[in-house]
């Protein structure tokens, strides 16, 4: 079992940038696979960007490649989301979820089994 606490949203006007972080506690992280997922008002949930539980392999959105860096620190427990050159289009409430496998990364949201309560990005134009 592992508990997820996502930080670091807040408003930022289109252009800027934001680092979300994502801790985990309970259990090590390291042995997890992790993906960041986003909702915006209306729409269902979408697939972000996922890192594997060595970091190794990693995948982007198409809509957020070359924009933002999915990254992890094993020591700390935690997974970030850098998101810079952001656009009104990328406000939702960003999600991170975990999955217990030592496969490659997943873009699918299924496949994860935690996730985090979100955090609010909100970017104005």
């Known amino acids: 079992q592992v508990q997820l606490v996502e930080s670091g949203g807040g408003l930022v006007q289109a252009g800027g940038s934001l680092r979300l972080s994502c801790a985990a506690s309970?259990?090590?992280?390291?042995?997890?696979?992790m993906g960041w997922f986003r909702q915006a008002p209306g729409k269902g949930r979408e697939f972000v960007a996922c890192?594997?539980?060595?970091?190794?392999?990693?995948e982007y959105a198409d809509s957020v490649k070359g924009r933002f860096t999915i990254s992890r620190d094993n020591t700390k427990n935690t997974v970030y989301l850098q998101m810079n050159s952001l656009k009104a289009e990328d406000t939702a409430v960003y999600y991170c979820?975990?999955?217990?496998?030592?496969?490659?990364?997943?873009?699918?949201?299924?496949?994860?089994?935690?996730w985090g309560q979100g955090t609010q990005v909100t970017v104005s134009s």
């Open positions: 890192i594997s539980w060595s970091g190794s392999n990693i």
């Open positions: 979820a975990a999955d217990r496998d030592m496969g490659l990364a997943s873009t699918t949201a299924g496949a994860y089994d935690f």
């Open positions: 309970g259990r090590t992280l390291s042995i997890y696979r």
